[in-house]
């Protein structure tokens, strides 16, 4: 079965930093671009970037270029985003998906769920 | 980048049909095929329903279909059904990027 697994729910005071996870299985995880979507409490969704597994070539849409850091480890199917200093703003939950560019996004990951209060 | 425009909030009967528009420019909808749809029940992930415009993925419903035109895409649901209640996403590359840009999301409610 192809699936995405994300790390757990995280609360975070504001000024700390996070790292959050997408575990892929299923399919060969370096074939294919996983893009990170954020939605905040009751707003739409928003794509953060894309990542290519295989050669960490990283896309980012403006709104977030400089804000989070999006990696991917190959070796463990996993990519990542992180941030180094959490803003209250950052309160959201995020998805990742595979497909980006071009493609749609056809698998998804349940969700992380981030919470930044002081 | 800015948001495809998509109606806040849609709403039918059983059984009827409606429409979601999705109005982008002719740097994202109007010039290429890559529009898809996504549904999105609060507390799940979102689930892909539409890609490249027309195509349906295995196991999405027939009642699911996608259209362009111009600079305007669009989601039909026939038949409404009850578990269609949810919100509803259109995408669509962007040359602007060359990433996807997602809409502003419709409401669709089933009276």
């Known amino acids: 079965e192809v699936q995405l697994v994300q790390s757990g729910a995280e609360v975070k005071k504001p000024g700390e930093s996070l790292k959050i996870s997408c575990k892929g299985s299923?399919?060969?995880?370096?074939?294919?671009?996983i893009g990170w979507v954020r939605q905040m409490p009751g707003k739409g969704l928003e794509l953060m970037g894309i990542?290519?597994?295989?050669?960490?070539?990283?896309r980012y849409s403006p709104s977030f270029q400089g804000q989070v850091t999006i990696s991917a480890d190959k070796s463990i199917s996993a990519a990542y985003v992180q941030w180094s200093s959490l803003k209250a703003s950052d309160t959201a939950m995020y998805y990742c998906a595979v497909g980006g560019g071009n493609d749609a996004f056809d698998i998804w990951g349940q969700g992380t769920m981030v919470t930044v209060s002081s | 980048q800015s948001a495809l425009t998509q109606p806040a909030s849609v709403s039918g009967s059983l059984g009827q049909s409606i429409t979601i528009s999705c109005t982008g420019t002719s740097d994202d909808v109007g010039g290429y095929n890559y529009v898809s749809w996504y549904q999105h029940h609060p507390g799940k992930a979102p689930k892909l329903m539409i890609y490249?415009?027309?195509n349906r993925p295995s196991g999405v419903p027939a009642r699911f279909s996608g259209s362009k035109s111009g600079n305007t895409a669009s989601l039909t649901i026939s038949g409404l059904q009850a578990e269609d209640e949810a919100d509803y996403y259109c995408s669509s590359f962007t040359s602007t990027t060359t990433l996807g840009v997602f809409g502003t999301g419709t409401k669709v409610t089933v009276l």
């Open positions: 490249e415009v027309i």
């Open positions: 990542i290519f597994p295989d050669d960490s070539d990283t």
């Open positions: 299923g399919y060969t995880f370096t074939n294919y671009w």
